[in-house]
């Protein structure tokens, strides 16, 4: 079994974490590998396009379906993007923390954050202002309650656990597909979704029915 100080096991959980919360809100991924003991990556099923982005801004969360559910995996994805720190942080502490890596993954996150209060701040995304820290007072909130969220949902018993498995199987096998994952996770009763609706309902969004 992997020493949990070990670096290379402390990536394969930070990479597990992304895989576990993106499997829990219906996120599904390609894969996902360690590459070597500092670098992993999850490849996601689908991830934010220009395309997407484009009928966002041009369509109101108000009247438009299709932007409400682009606007839920957007809040999804920004609790995947900060998953893999909080799991990190959680089980193997703070010693092979890589500061570089977390900061893409919060870049990626601020970036979901700003687009989805784009139509009562929208300079927040038009000028780019989430790029700077502290400048956009919402994202600062709302990531702040993001990372609440996704913390104490990684901290339950049969999430950490699911994260903890995966990052064993992860450090032998080094990639493992989404077909593999799901059924990985399904046998330990850690359902694809399953968090869904409880992330965005806790974030302020209205789940019923779901879409």
Known sequence: MPNPIYVGYATAVHESGHAVISHVLGRGLIHVALLDDQRGEVVPMCSLCDACVEYYQAHSIENH???????KNLRCDSAVAVAG????????GQTN???KEIARDLELSKSRASLQHLWTE???????????????STCVDYLIKLKLVVRQITDEQEIRSAIEALAHQLSERKRLYEPEVSEFLSER???S??????????????????I
């Not at 299709?66 to 606007?71: M, P, S």
């Not at 799991?87 to 193997?92: D, P, V, W």
């Not at 979704?193 to 779901?210: C, D, H, I, Y």
């Open 122 to 136: 929208s300079d927040c995304w038009v000028l780019g202002k989430w790029k700077v820290d502290g400048e956009c």
């Open 85 to 92: 720190e909080i799991a990190e942080r959680l089980i193997c």
């Open 65 to 71: 379906d299709h932007t409400r559910r682009i606007q």
């Open 97 to 99: 923390i890589d500061p």
């Open 189 to 191: 009763e850690v359902e």
């Open 193 to 210: 979704g399953s968090k869904r609706n409880q992330v965005l309902s806790r974030l302020g969004v209205e789940t019923t029915p779901p």
